[in-house]
């Protein structure tokens, strides 16, 4: 008898801040749709998060925060394998292993570290390496043993990350041309979004919404800071009665991702004739969004409690994750004459 092998996805989150509403609708609902079919694992890639987050504080919290966001948001932790990158620590003895067949030019071209130089370039630093650390350096590597150790077939990433699986799949073969005889690592193949343009949600200022613009609606903000936040999206000075073109506006455009379709058409049909203003408009968002949210939230709150059951969910993803690694980097070692 043949049976169909399914494949396996895996993507790692990076705590680098609470989750926004922008994170949701462009990561973690696409991802969530995505995991009906092939066996999914997911991780929160804390370690990666070093390299820029030095606050022990915020890099705990950020990480309970974004683990408690995708379980609130509804992924399975028993159908998936949801871990902490940092509670895997077969990854990190990989780690070295792999940067010895990691070619030092590949890692010279990588964007992350590239931008970094060029803004050293473009301050008239000298040194272009200034203020650049290895880890910033050497992130491609271990990203590529977070997708290795796994044996992932597929990683589904933004365009942004597309290089570094190109890295991953390049190192696979690295090894894979010295050891292939005795063990092959698994090559794995990056999915980016074709179109993820209507995805792209505008934040407070009406540019793309992004922690790095300070203009994020936070997704699990308390009711009375969301209201707060959405009353402060500028609009124009168009007065209530006069038509309006609902697509020019972020606080349409923030409706359309949450309201259902006769809602946004009612809306829509209201704003063009004229006689709903921007304000009505934004309350009308912000009832939406509670609705949507309210139910996510109270789960969120809960988990996030100290105590809560959110560290033995991953605690139980941890030994999960643990039982796949082990007997890859057990064959590596093998393979390269260690232990
Ligand atoms: P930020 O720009 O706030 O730092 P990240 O780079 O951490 O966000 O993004 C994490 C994920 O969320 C990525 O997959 C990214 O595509 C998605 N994402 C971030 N901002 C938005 C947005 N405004 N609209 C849609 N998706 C977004
Ligand atoms: N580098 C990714 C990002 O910044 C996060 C990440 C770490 C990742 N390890 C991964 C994504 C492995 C996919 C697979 O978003």
Redesign the pocket.
Known sequence: MVTAVSKVSLTG??P??EP????F????KPALELAGGAESIYFIADYHALTSVRDPELLGRWTRSVAATWLAAGLDPERTIFYRQSDVPEIFELHWVLSCFSAKGLMNRAHAYKAARDRNREAGVEELDAGINMGLFNYPVLMAVDILIMEADLVP??K?QLQHVEYAADIAGAFNAVYGDSFKLKVPKAVVPTE?TG?????TDGR??????NN?IPLFAPEAQLRKTVRRIPTDSTPVEAPKDPDSSAVFQLLSHFADHKKLAEVRTRLEAGGMGWGELKNTLQVVLSEQLSPMRERYDALMQPGSELEELLALGAAKARRRAQPVLEQVRKAIGIG
Do not use: W
């Not at 609708?25 to 973690?28: D, E, F, L, S, Y």
């Not at 995805?199 to 934040?203: D, Q, S, V």
């Open positions: 989150i990076k680098t801040g926004h509403l922008g994170n609708i462009g990561a973690i990433v933004g942004d993820d995805r792209t949600l505008p934040g793309k919404m992004s922690k790095s613009y994020t």
